[in-house]
T-cell receptor, first 110, second 116 residues
Framework: AQRVTQPEKLLSVFKGAPVELKCNYS??????LFWYVQYSRQRLQLLLR??SRESIKGFTADLNKGETSFHLKKPFAQEEDSAMYYC????????????FGPGTRLSVLP | EAGVAQSPRYKIIEKRQSVAFWCNPI?????LYWYQQILGQGPKLLIQ????????DSQLPKDRFSAERLKGVDSTLKIQPAKLEDSAVYLC??????????????FGPGTRLTVL
């Protein structure tokens, strides 16, 4: 069965420092990968998805099929980036069987 | 546009009681999801509807959980009877599938259930 792991429960960085939130997945096929974010007192929302090849709020994520990873990166963290980040996987072409990772809480310190 | 609506926002019940949650998706969104999020974990998909048909309920504990989506719009998730381990936030999400199989899911605020 497909699985998503995020090894860090909490990641603290200083403002202006680079940040990388790790995500690894297990799935034998070619899944679609996503990052969802939940800011304090807000709803869970899509940050970015691999298929769109986009950069949102300065964040990018590269799919590495060899390492089965989809790490989220930002060169200069801002305090407003503090939130809960979830990596997620859709294993097929129909958007079914969606799987979320356990999440990483990012804290950007002033 | 109005977002996904859920009610109630909070519910406290005793074990073995029944409880129901309601979700109203974004207008025009044919796909509706129910997730269970236990404290400290990521959301776990319980059931996915396409219009009023079920496309995935493989992780729904069918001995106690049930869900329906009459007329392909609103949905109700029920737990009967509840157990202590059902304490969680229940999230509803919807998406517009014609945007593609990997279209964005829009989430509601969730219902926090506490089972005593």
């Amino acid at each position: 069965a497909q699985r998503v792991t995020q090894p860090e429960k909490l990641l603290s960085v200083f403002k202006g420092a680079p940040v990388e939130l790790k995500c690894n997945y297990s799935y034998s096929g070619s899944p679609e990968l996503f990052w969802y974010v939940q800011y304090s007192r807000q709803r869970l929302q899509l940050l970015l998805r691999h298929i769109s090849r986009e950069s949102i709020k300065g964040f990018t994520a590269d799919l590495n099929k060899g390492e089965t990873s989809f790490h989220l990166k930002k060169p200069f963290a801002q305090e407003e980036d503090s939130a809960m980040y979830y990596c997620a996987l859709s294993p097929d072409n129909y958007g079914q069987n969606f799987v979320f990772g356990p999440g990483t809480r990012l804290s950007v310190l002033p | 546009e109005a977002g996904v609506a859920q009610s109630p926002r909070y519910k406290i019940i005793e074990k073995r009681q029944s409880v129901a949650f309601w979700c109203n998706p974004i207008s025009g969104h044919a796909t509706l999801y129910w997730y269970q999020q236990i404290l400290g974990q990521g959301p776990k998909l319980l059931i996915q509807f396409q219009n009023n048909g079920v496309v995935d309920d493989s992780q729904l504990p069918k001995d106690r959980f049930s869900a329906e989506r009459l007329k392909g719009v609103d949905s109700t998730l029920k737990i009967q009877p509840a157990k202590l381990e059902d304490s969680a936030v229940y999230l509803c999400a919807s998406s517009f599938p014609l945007a593609g199989p990997f279209s964005e899911q829009f989430f509601g605020p969730g219902t926090r259930l506490t089972v005593l």
